[in-house]
């Protein structure tokens, strides 16, 4: 039984996610079609501040890469679809097969929260197959507002047949998805396979294995939202061995890699999505470093305690605080920072305050600022010893 510490445990967390040197992952040679490989999944939303999360992924970990790049990494070269993963998330390609016990349930159910139609399912397959690739609207429109309840029968019929694994979406045109039938758009060979449900289990955990390093069950079956007693039954078979990381309160289950050398390198300084894979499970975060974050951008104005889209500064390896931001022309704004109590005492305050402006400046960079401004500081007896001038 390998033993870890906790620091030892949080930096081979770091390392996995790309976050800590770059060995392993390859990404800085490979982009984002290698880091996406890698990490297994990158969560989509549609709140977009600075930027789109799936965006925010890569940049935390490759820098200011192009936009232009990231989006045709994610849909320009069929090396990829989305699915249901951690939550609605860009997948590699290879992972089709690997979604088979998912697809299959849905197909079980029949449903998912709501009654599909099958004329309308068979007009978008007719549709499709002669005209395709198409967008909703050209499918037959949706009713406004974005709550399934309020979906046009087709947008009912076309989530389900993605659901089920007969359409994909091969682009996004204006946050649209664009669809095409999955014979058409995922490789013949990857199409073909049909893997059993401990098959495609197994391989989810391993791939989560690789891409945390070291987790509890809980957390393996976080990753891709699987079921717990999934988990139990393929942690052996996904190659993943025991570990005790002191102070977790539960076993815990390492990639043999992630053991095989000492995490080292270069701690990344950046601002992470709130739905980066780092901090997308509360529940790792708050275990692993010490940080309980959630984000607050559906709960009521008035009720925000660090923001709407309070992004986790991440530097040194330790999560030091928030920032809220913002833009206004070529301002970026930190409408709100909240650091954390241990981060700003004497000995640590003018590494942190360094680590905040360096994170602010180079996203500024990345989203074409040339100026900054924080309005609130959290403690603000700290406002008078802000730096914010630019990096020399």
């Not at 139609?117 to 507002?145: F, M």
């Not at 091969?170 to 649209?176: A, D, I, L, N």
Request: glycine content about 8%; charged content about 25%.
């Amino acid at each position: 039984m390998n033993e870890l510490t906790a620091d030892e445990a949080r930096r081979i967390q770091l390392r996995a996610q790309g976050l800590l040197g770059a060995a392993g992952l390859g990404h800085r040679r490979g982009g984002v079609p290698a880091l996406l490989e890698h990490l297994g999944a990158v969560q989509l939303d549609t709140i977009s501040v600075l930027a789109r999360s799936h965006e925010l992924v890569p940049y935390a970990r490759l820098g200011p890469v192009g936009r232009a790049a990231v989006e045709d990494a994610y849909w320009g070269g069929g090396t990829t679809f989305e699915y249901w993963a951690h939550a609605a998330s860009i997948l590699p390609i290879s992972e089709w097969p690997s979604f088979a016990f998912r697809r299959r349930a849905f197909r079980a159910r029949g449903v998912r929260w709501h009654k599909v139609s099958d004329d309308v399912c068979d007009e978008i397959r007719k549709r499709l197959q002669t005209d395709g690739p198409l967008t909703t609207k050209e499918l037959g429109g949706a009713k406004a507002g974005g709550d399934w309840w309020q979906w046009s029968d087709h947008k009912i019929a076309i989530e389900w047949l993605l659901d089920i694994g007969e359409v994909v979406c091969v682009q996004r045109v204006g946050w649209r998805r664009v669809y095409d039938l999955a014979e058409r758009a995922v490789p013949a060979e990857l199409l073909a396979q049909e893997p059993d449900d401990a098959t495609c289990l197994a391989r989810l955990v391993a791939h989560t294995g690789r891409a945390l390093g070291v987790a509890t069950k809980a957390d393996l079956a976080d990753y891709y939202r699987l079921k717990q007693d999934q988990v139990d039954a393929v942690t052996e078979a996904a190659g993943l061995v025991p570990v005790r990381v002191q102070g977790w309160k539960n076993g815990a289950w390492a990639d043999p890699g992630a053991l095989a050398t000492p995490p080292r390198g270069r701690h990344t300084t950046t601002l992470l999505s709130p739905f980066d894979s780092l901090v997308w499970d509360r529940a790792r975060t708050s275990r692993v470093f010490g940080f309980d974050h959630r984000l607050e951008a559906y709960t009521p104005k008035a009720k925000r305690v660090h923001g709407y889209f309070a992004m986790p500064l991440l530097s040194g390896g330790r999560l030091l605080g928030r920032v809220d931001p913002g833009r206004e022309g070529t301002t970026l704004i930190a409408r709100q920072v909240t650091l954390e109590p241990w981060a700003v005492t004497p000995a640590r305050v003018e590494s942190t305050l360094e680590a905040l402006r360096t994170a602010l400046w180079n996203a500024a960079a990345w989203v074409g600022c040339d100026a900054l401004r924080i309005d609130r500081l959290d403690p603000s007896h700290l406002t008078p010893s802000i730096d914010l001038s630019p990096p020399a």
